[in-house]
């Protein structure tokens, strides 16, 4: 499994890639896709919303479940991976580069600080 070092990471599985200034990539770890199973639609219709850290911005469907997506941090949504929309096996192939899921504006970059780093993401999830 792949737990890259510049990344935040939730316990809801969730990653957080700061792109520049307090812009930043939203995806689900390779653990979460894993567990998850084969992806066959994600519903993001929050595009453009102010919300709030952990507030639902989405949900993931695998073959047997259905999953809700929380938002890492507060701020605005400001695009979903359009790619998803013909791809979401995406998520499952590439979780980290071409399945990302949304691209966010950040309303606090301390709120970071919240999250774990890979060492901790390891340990949360026994690896």
């Keep these: 499994m792949n737990f890259p070092a510049d990344l935040r990471y939730t316990e809801e599985h969730e990653w957080i890639k700061i792109e520049s200034d307090n812009t930043a990539l939203v ?27 952990n507030d639902i911005f989405g949900t993931i469907e695998a073959v047997k479940t259905v999953s809700d997506l929380f ?8 695009e979903v991976n359009s790619a998803l929309a013909d791809e979401p096996e995406l998520v499952n192939n590439d979780p980290y580069e071409g399945g990302w899921l949304i691209r966010m504006e950040i309303a606090d970059l301390s709120s970071l600080d919240g999250l774990m780093d890979a060492e901790a993401y390891k340990s949360l999830i026994g690896h």
């Design 27 to 53: 995806g689900v770890t390779d653990f979460a896709q894993s567990e998850l199973g084969d992806i066959v639609f994600i519903e993001i219709e929050t595009e453009g919303e102010e919300l709030g850290a």
């Design 71 to 78: 938002l890492p941090v507060a701020g605005k949504v400001l």
